[in-house]
């Protein structure tokens, strides 16, 4: 596993040198899918394999645990954001990087697939989703017309930028519209009013306080403006004991690398649209993920993949961080579960 980690090590130092250059990197990055690497998504990226490679400041990893054919590290971060420990697992599987990217980017099974790498998931839903199938490619200078990336997209296709259908669709998609129009109507009420002196100051317009998700803002079909190859999630999460329990929101990238592997960031995300849509649930605290990944990389001499999963995670609330500390390398095992699951019998 030493050599792993090892591997691990100099891909991500790869990979950063790779997302140095804001020139040759977004197309390199974005070729599997047919599109071009964000700067959002390579900040996203860099930030994930500064964690894999230890290169954010803090301490080196350590070797805390082995269990169910995983090893697990741990190390303390020099994040300014959290004093909780960064968590690693690593293990292999049979399964090959692209079976690692199906698990992934299949969005109407996300809540059934997280059960299986968290035993303290309850449940959960996916916000906004666009899957690479979906992906575009803008062509012609502003106003151009717009191809379609990968197969059955030839030459000079033209086809209408669409997203993907959302997912678990409820009640705070529509309270987020209502909210808008409701801000909207009263907005003109006050135009109305200034000239007689009774503009309201609560009547302040939500769309001044709620921000859009850069670098597409959102709109009827992709309310959250979620960038392709992207899912917006919300899940919760079961405590122990008398300890209330948490929510997070956050972002998550499912691409495919230059390299053949295959790589899942995260990380939480909250601003106003969010917030709108996914309020923090009543009895839960909100918690807040700092950087979390997979990374599977094909294992040639197995014609498998070795398995890394990072995690940093701050539950938030009263909780003490030497009590997050000391659980948090639990949280590896997602890896094993994740083995486990690919490497089972196929229903």
Known sequence: MRDALDRLASDALVVLNDLGDAVDAPSAYGDAHGTRLSAADANLLKKLFRAFAARDGGAPWRRASDADGARVYRRASASAASRA???????????????????????????????????????????????????????????????????GGGEGAKTRRRARGLWNRGANFGELFERLERSAKAKARDAKARGTGRASEGNRSAMETIESVPPERPDASNPLGCRPGHAILRGTFRLPSIIRDRDFVWEQLTMKMPNGAVVVAAQSIENGVVNAVAPPLEGHVRGAILVSGYYAVPNRETGGSTLFYVVQADPKGVLPMWVVNLVAPDQAQNVARLRNHLDGPKK
């Open 85 to 151: 420990h960064q968590v690693l697992g690593v293990t292999e599987t049979r399964a090959s990087a692209d079976e690692v990217f199906a698990f992934f980017s299949e969005a109407s099974a996300f809540d059934e697939h997280f059960k299986i790498l968290d035993d303290m998931f309850k449940g959960g839903d996916v916000l906004s989703y666009r899957l690479y199938d979906d992906m575009v490619k803008t062509t012609g200078g502003e106003g151009g017309a717009v191809e379609r990336a990968g197969a």
